[in-house]
Structures are given as structure tokens and as C-alpha cells.
Nanobody, 126 residues
Framework: QVQLVESGGGLVQAGGSLRLSCAASGRSFSTWTMGWFRQAPGKEREFVVAVSGSGRSTYYANSVKGRFTISRDNAKNTVYLQMNSLKPEDTAVYYC???????????????????WGQGTQVTVSS
């Protein structure tokens, strides 16, 4: 049974930073592509960033490029999302997701991921 548990969300002022964590249970974590998605009220869930199993490949949505950084620690079965220079429009519930082997054509698609966490709220005040 695979479980993904996010933590680290909260309330922050615009320009501030937060670090999200996603702890995974299950075998073969180091082979999974891990992604972060977010969903704002009244909007569809959107892709934020993904990282390959080795950590060597990443893919960012244009809206967060240069501000967010994804990383992973396979020894701890954990993936992180460092969010800097936060904006009010970053306010959303953030979800981590686990998928298969890295596929740069698919990592932005939420339907490609097999496992999802319960989400953590990030609120950025202006």
C-alpha cells in the first residue's frame, strides 16, 4: 500500500517562503517520478513541478520557474518543494503525486500519476 503524506503548508506573507515535504511509504520510491500539483478554489488542479526518480531531471511550470525548487531524498523516501518569493496567486492546496519512470511528455499530466497525497494548504497574503 502506497501512502503519500504532505506537510509544511501554512500562511505566509507575499514574498515569503515555505518548504513542503511529502513522505512516501512503499517500495521502489527511488524509481518513482514525483510531482507537485496545486488546486485553488474554483479552479482545476494544475501541474507545478516534477522530478525523476534519480533527481537528475526536473520539469517546472512556467508560473513557478525560478521561484520554486523540487528536490528529493531517496534514503528518506521524501520529496520537498522549496517555495520562495511567494505570491498571492500561489494560494492553493498543494498535492504531491507519485508516478512511474520519468517520461518528459507525461509528467505534467495529472492522470499519469498513480498515487496522491491528501494535500496541504498554502495561503499567501498580500
Amino acid at each position: 500500500q502506497v501512502q503519500l503524506v504532505e506537510s509544511g503548508g501554512g500562511l505566509v506573507q507575499a514574498g515569503g517562503s515555505l518548504r513542503l515535504s511529502c513522505a512516501a511509504s512503499g517500495r521502489s520510491f527511488s524509481t518513482w517520478t514525483m510531482g507537485w500539483f496545486r488546486q485553488a478554489p474554483g479552479k482545476e488542479r494544475e501541474f507545478v513541478v516534477a522530478v525523476s526518480g534519480s533527481g537528475r531531471s526536473t520539469y517546472y511550470a512556467n508560473s513557478v520557474k525560478g521561484r520554486f525548487t523540487i528536490s528529493r531524498d531517496n534514503a528518506k523516501n521524501t520529496v520537498y518543494l522549496q517555495m520562495n518569493s511567494l505570491k498571492p496567486e500561489d494560494t492553493a492546496v498543494y498535492y504531491c503525486a507519485g508516478g512511474g519512470f520519468w517520461n518528459s511528455d507525461r509528467v505534467g499530466a495529472r492522470e499519469w500519476y498513480d498515487y496522491w497525497g491528501q494535500g496541504t494548504q498554502v495561503t499567501v497574503s498580500s
